[in-house]
Structures are given as C-alpha cells and as structure tokens.
T-cell receptor, first 106, second 118 residues
Framework: EDQVTQSPEALRLQEGESSSLNCSYT??????LFWYRQDPGKGPEFLFT???AGEEKEKERLKATLTKKESFLHITAPKPEDSATYLC???????FGAGTRLTVKP | NAGVTQTPKFQVLKTGQSMTLQCAQD?????MYWYRQDPGMGLRLIYY???????DKGEVPNGYNVSRLNKREFSLRLESAAPSQTSVYFC?????????????????FGPGTRLTVL
C-alpha cells in the first residue's frame, strides 16, 4: 500500500528563520508529488507538482525538491503570512500526508 | 469564475438521518473527487469520478454513495449518518485523471462542508 509521511507534525519559526518540511513516500512508479497549502477553515491550495527525481520548483520564499524517496519544501526567510498547514500528496492514488502545521512568529 | 463550490457550508445531523452534499466546478474539468479531513489524519479519498459517467471507490467509501450528475456536478450522499462521519468534507476537481496516465494533474479544492453527526 502506498504511504505518505510528513514531518515534523508542527513547526514554529521566528520570522526570517529558514527551515525545511519533509514528505517521504513509498509508491511504485510515482505519477507526481504535489504540495498544497491549507489555511484554517479553507480548502487546500495548490503550490507545486514534481514529477522526476532531481526536479525543483520555486515560488517566492518556497522551494520544493524531489528525490526517489522524499520531497522537501524549503522555506527561506519566512514571514508570518506563511503560517499555514502544508500538505503533500502522491498522484498515483491521491494519497495525502497528515500535514505540517507551520507557525511563523514576528 | 467561481472554481469549485460546495453546499452547504455547515450541517448538523442526528444519527440515522440522510443528506446530500453538493459540489460543482466551472473549470471544465473531467475528474472530480470527494475527501474527508479529520484531525491528525490528513485528507482521505472517499470516491472519485475520473470522467462523466464513471465513479470509483477511494480509501474510505463505506457509508457513502456518489452521483456524477453531469460534467460539472458531483454529489456525495450519506444514507444513514453515523457519529463517525463527523468530519470536514472537501470536493476537488482536476483536468483529467486516469490510472493509465504517467502524470497526474493538480487538484482544485472547494471551501469544504463541516458536518457534525450527533
């Protein structure tokens, strides 16, 4: 059975303190690794798709990378407005991880 | 362009009651999905419709039924609600999903329905 595991469950950062979120997966023949952002009381919002090991995507302070076993979401110099839950999912069977709840303090 | 819309936003049911959650998308997407989200468990797929006229079970289909009414609309029905079905329900759509495709597309989500079963 495919598995998607995210760590840490929660992360508290000071504004400007860079860090990374991890998404490890076990799936045969990956058909896409997706990152979403979810704000409280709202639906997930698409951020990135990665298809091949070595691929990288960037958007503002966020950078997503992919290996054959895991993906990282790097957050550089975060701001309070980056506070949200970040979800990853594999495209084979739309299986999601439990998410990482990020809080950025000013 | 509203994207994905869901009704109702909130609902409280008693055990044994039935209800239908409605979802519509205006992006001309072929594929639609229903998820539930529980604390600490992330999103779990209930049912999906790869294209108009087809529906398939996801990870947690028991206690639910779905109808793909047309290309735009995909409904989720609880025939006899149970407290274990208390959750937040999200509908999503994507351009195209096929088990034969080498690449999956990103999904677009609605705002969710918060359901409480007493």
């Amino acid at each position: 059975e495919d598995q998607v595991t995210q760590s840490p469950e929660a992360l508290r950062l000071q504004e400007g303190e860079s860090s990374s979120l991890n998404c490890s997966y076990t799936v045969s023949g990956l058909r896409g690794l997706f990152w979403y952002r979810q704000d409280p009381g709202k639906g997930p919002e698409f951020l990135f798709t990665l298809y091949s090991a070595g691929e990288e995507k960037e958007k503002e302070r966020l950078k997503a990378t992919l290996t054959k076993k895991e993906s990282f979401l790097h957050i550089t110099a975060p701001k309070p407005e980056d506070s949200a839950t970040y979800l990853c999912a594999v495209g084979n069977d739309m299986r999601f991880g439990a998410g990482t709840r990020l809080t950025v303090k000013p | 362009n509203a994207g994905v819309t869901q009704t109702p936003k909130f609902q409280v049911l008693k055990t044994g009651q039935s209800m239908t959650l409605q979802c519509a998308q205006d992006m001309n997407h072929n594929s639609m999905y229903w998820y539930r989200q529980d604390p600490g468990m992330g999103l779990r797929l209930i049912y999906y419709s790869a294209s108009e006229g087809t529906t398939d079970k996801g990870e947690v289909p028991n206690g639910y039924n779905v109808s793909r009414l047309n290309k735009r609309e995909f409904s989720l029905r609880l025939e006899s609600a149970a407290p274990s079905q208390t959750s937040v329900y999200f509908c999503a759509s994507s351009e195209d999903f096929s088990v034969y495709s080498r690449r999956a597309n990103e999904q677009f989500f609605g705002p969710g329905t918060r359901l409480t079963v007493l």
